[in-house]
Nanobody, 120 residues
Framework: QVTLVESGGGLVQPGGSLRLSCTASGFSMNVMGWYRQAPGKQRELVAARNSRTSTNYADSVKGRFTISKDNAKNTVYLQMDDLKSEDTAVYYC????????????????WGQGTQVTVSS
């Protein structure tokens, strides 16, 4: 059975930082993505990476967010810096997808989501 567990969300002031974690069991986190969904909006891809070093970011987070992984812990991270109010959303990790030609294609496995709120 595959499970993904996210953590690290919370309330932060504009300009602050958070690091989200996604730990997998029953699955090797080689290719995965981070999504977010704000109230009233569609879920969108924020960042993704393949099994090597290729990464892909939404234009709105380029230069501020970094996706990385720790193979020993089977955990993927999303470091979020210089957070803005528009980054407020529930963040989900996704696995089981494919990464081809710089594009991430959504997999079948989702975490439960973690709330990120950016507000003064």
């Amino acid at each position: 059975q595959v499970t993904l567990v996210e953590s690290g969300g919370g309330l932060v002031q504009p300009g602050g930082s958070l690091r989200l974690s996604c730990t997998a069991s029953g699955f090797s986190m080689n290719v995965m993505g981070w999504y977010r969904q704000a109230p009233g909006k569609q879920r969108e891809l924020v960042a993704a990476r393949n099994s090597r070093t290729s990464t892909n970011y939404a234009d709105s987070v380029k230069g501020r967010f970094t996706i990385s992984k720790d193979n020993a812990k089977n955990t993927v991270y999303l470091q979020m810096d210089d957070l803005k109010s528009e980054d407020t959303a529930v963040y989900y990790c996704n696995a089981g997808g494919t990464y081809f030609m710089g594009q991430y294609y959504t997999g079948d496995y989702w975490g439960q989501g973690t709330q990120v709120t950016v507000s003064s």
